[in-house]
């Protein structure tokens, strides 16, 4: 069992800069890839950033390449997502995960799921 809290979201303008955390309990985390999904209003729950479990590999959607940046520290036990140069379309309630199997890039790969933060970018 995992369980894993989100922090760090905000209002902020665009162009600026936010960092997300996600917290996550339990022992199995440092053998866990995890990733970060979107949801915006009315919209699915879209792949953002994912990264393996020992952090050396990571996968970016397009729309957020050059910008975002996914990391972790496995003694902390928390992942973290450093969003930079957002615009108004990066608005959405941001999801952290622990990949189960299958790809990194759909809902259906992920376990465990966090209960969100809202990031919105005001224009």
């Known amino acids: 069992q995992v369980q894993l809290v989100e922090s760090g979201g905000g209002l902020v303008q665009a162009g600026g800069s936010l960092r997300l955390s996600c917290a996550a309990s339990g022992r199995t985390f440092s053998s866990l890839a995890m990733g970060w999904f979107r949801q915006a209003p009315g919209k699915e729950r879209v792949f953002v950033a994912a990264i393996s479990a020992s952090g050396g590999s990571t996968y970016y959607a397009d729309s957020v390449k050059g910008r975002f940046a996914i990391s972790r520290d496995n003694a902390k036990k928390t992942v973290y997502l450093q969003m930079n140069s957002l615009k108004p379309e990066d608005t959405a309630v941001y999801y952290c995960?622990?990949?189960?199997?299958?790809?990194?890039?759909?809902?259906?790969?992920?376990?465990?799921w966090g209960q969100g933060t809202q990031v919105t970018v005001s224009s």
């Open positions: 995960a622990a990949h189960y199997s299958g790809s990194y890039y759909n809902t259906a790969g992920y376990r465990y």
